[in-house]
């Protein structure tokens, strides 16, 4: 499997980082079989800088073959680049073999203050491909916390799962498994049956756990028969 971690793409004015990435499994699904992109959630801390809820984003691909990394590396960075918004600091990781080193890293930087250096040692260690590609370059440390978080299949939820994005308004169990969700369950662990009934509320954000993405819901506070989406980091 291959993990390509970005961050800090953006500025108050422009598209988030997770479209940015969702774009870019686009364009990479083209030439590689997609697994999904996961948004992993980092400290929230005043001395932190970040534009708004300081969150990352990871990319899986499954490899077929022998892929160049440095090559898709190279390709992804020029991507980032030519969607550059003033004022970011973006970074770039993508490794092949994640180490229990590189998730710890992840965890710690959700929970606790990490330095640019700290990330460019522990990458060049772990072999990851770690590049800032602008401004202070502080985004290394959130993408390679981000292939980390991706590597242990239990953190983060899904911004691209499937097919899952395009389904609105009222659906069954059936039709949400049969657009890429592994499985819909309720936040008490039961998992649901193929003809109960989810309001969507939009686009399905599945929690990413147990490697596999999963809809968590809670019963609808206005219908007894229905389930709601729950959000989870």
């Known amino acids: 499997m291959i993990y390509i971690g970005i961050d800090d793409t ?20 083209e030439r590689y079989h997609l697994l999904g992109v996961t948004r992993h959630q980092l400290l929230v801390d005043p001395r932190v800088p970040y534009t708004s809820h300081n969150s990352s984003a990871a990319i899986r691909l499954s490899e077929d073959g022998d892929v ?39 965890r710690r930087a959700k929970v606790e203050l990490v330095f640019q250096s700290e990330a460019h040692a522990l990458a060049a260690r772990a072999g990851c ?75 399905l954000r599945p929690a990413f756990r147990e490697g596999r993405p999963i809809l968590f819901v809670q019963p609808s506070a206005d219908d007894a028969t229905v389930w709601t989406p729950v959000k989870l980091d």
């Open 10 to 29: 953006d500025n108050l004015e422009s598209r988030g980082t997770g479209r940015l990435a969702r774009g870019i499994a686009a364009t990479l699904s």
């Open 129 to 203: 491909i770690l590049r800032g590609l602008g401004g202070t370059r502080d985004g290394v440390i959130g993408a390679l916390a981000a292939t980390g978080l991706a590597a242990t299949g239990n953190d983060g939820r899904f911004l691209l799962a499937g097919t899952s994005r395009d389904l609105q308004g009222m659906q069954k169990v059936s039709a949400i498994v049969a657009h890429g969700i592994a499985e819909v369950r309720s936040m008490d662990g039961g998992q649901l049956s193929g003809d109960a009934v989810v309001q969507t509320n939009g686009k």
């Open 68 to 106: 160049d990394l440095a090559a898709l590396a190279d390709a992804v960075g020029e991507m980032m680049l030519a969607d550059f918004q003033a004022g970011s600091d973006p970074g770039l990781c993508v490794a092949r073999v994640i180490l229990a080193e590189v998730s710890d890293f992840g």
